[in-house]
């Protein structure tokens, strides 16, 4: 499965949209981008997934980049709760998630 | 949909005894279960997997007499922590695999057990 690349952390305000980047420029064909994101001290909570085309709903909305190497999650309007850790991870189907570093984002008040 | 649940949520043990942690989905069939570990600030790293009625399949670097993985049932997987040590302690997680609502297997998460070992 191909390999993610997150920044390490963000700040959002509250009310703002907040916008997570993720590479995956090795990603293959039948490979889906998916969003995961880890509240502290609790399992990891599915956010959306996609293909290749743009996904959205009430969580969230997914852009996928039209060569598949990167995408963006995007909160629309980010909540104190969504602080948490965003993890976007790549996989074919093989059902092994691979967790990278994710990125930990703090929505400020 | 796609309810796990596991138990306990939190332990704390002594040095040298063993813990249970048990991982179940409740509204549906797991043919495969994943088992994650998380140290504080890290990352989920997989452990093992397991597939029903099977002997699991560990990631390198964990030990398989330690970790004992039995996956009896389609609802049911069971993590044992043999001859707990304090560097056990950690945040561990069942993921057990499950058909997604756009037909595609889907991987889902548990709420995890926190192990203190003392």
């Known amino acids: 499965d191909a390999k993610t690349t997150q920044p390490t952390s963000m700040d959002c305000a509250e009310g703002r949209a907040a916008n997570l980047p993720c590479n995956h420029s090795?990603?293959?064909?039948?490979?889906?981008v998916y969003w995961y994101r880890q509240i502290h001290s609790q399992g990891p909570q599915y956010i959306i997934h996609?293909?290749?085309n743009n996904e959205t709903n009430e969580m969230a909305s997914l852009i996928i980049t039209e060569d598949r190497k990167s995408s963006t999650l995007i909160l629309p309007h980010a909540t104190l709760r969504d602080t948490a850790v965003y993890y976007c991870?790549?996989?074919?189907?093989?059902?092994?998630?691979?967790f990278g570093t994710g990125t930990r984002l703090k929505v400020l008040a | 949909g796609a309810v796990v649940s596991q138990h306990p949520s939190r332990v704390i043990c002594k040095s040298g005894t063993s813990v249970k942690i048990e991982c179940r989905s409740l509204?549906?069939?797991?043919?495969?279960m994943f088992w994650y570990r998380q140290f504080p600030k890290k990352s989920l790293m997989l452990m093992a997997t397991?597939?029903?009625?099977?002997?699991?399949?560990?990631e390198q670097g964990v030990e398989k007499d330690k970790f004992l993985i039995n996956h009896a049932s389609l609802t049911l997987s069971t993590l044992t922590v043999t001859s707990a040590h304090p560097e056990d302690s950690s945040f561990y997680i069942c993921?057990?695999?499950?058909?997604?609502?756009?037909?595609?297997?889907?991987?889902?998460f548990g709420p995890g057990t926190r192990l203190t070992v003392t």
């Open positions: 991870i790549v996989n074919s189907g093989t059902y092994k998630y691979i």
């Open positions: 090795t990603i293959s064909g039948n490979e889906y």
């Open positions: 996609g293909l290749k």
């Open positions: 509204d549906f069939q797991a043919t495969t």
């Open positions: 397991s597939n029903e009625g099977s002997k699991a399949t560990y």
């Open positions: 993921s057990p695999l499950g058909l997604g609502e756009k037909g595609l297997y889907e991987q889902y």
